[in-house]
């Protein structure tokens, strides 16, 4: 799932009810996408990477990642 770094900072924010402030919020996601990105590159090559756009409702996130490819093996 693919959203941005103020939507991701946003949602985590949301949730984590006042336990956690922006900082280290902030520092959770470059530690995610330190972890992510050699994953991501290497089978974003391999053409084996679906990619799904995150950024609006979880409802609509849901409906794009229910209808994706990925789950409708032939």
Do not use: W
């Not at 939507?7 to 984590?16: C, G, I, P």
Request: negative net charge; hydrophobic residues 30%.
């Amino acid at each position: 799932m693919d959203c941005s770094t103020e939507t991701m900072s946003s949602r985590l924010l949301k949730r984590s009810q006042c336990t956690d402030d922006a900082e280290a919020v902030m520092k959770r996601i470059d530690t995610y996408y330190q972890a992510t990105e050699p994953m991501i590159a290497y089978y974003e090559k391999k053409t084996q990477l679906c990619k799904i756009n995150a950024e609006g409702t979880p409802e609509e996130v849901f409906l794009q990642a229910n209808n994706s490819s990925i789950f409708h093996k032939n």
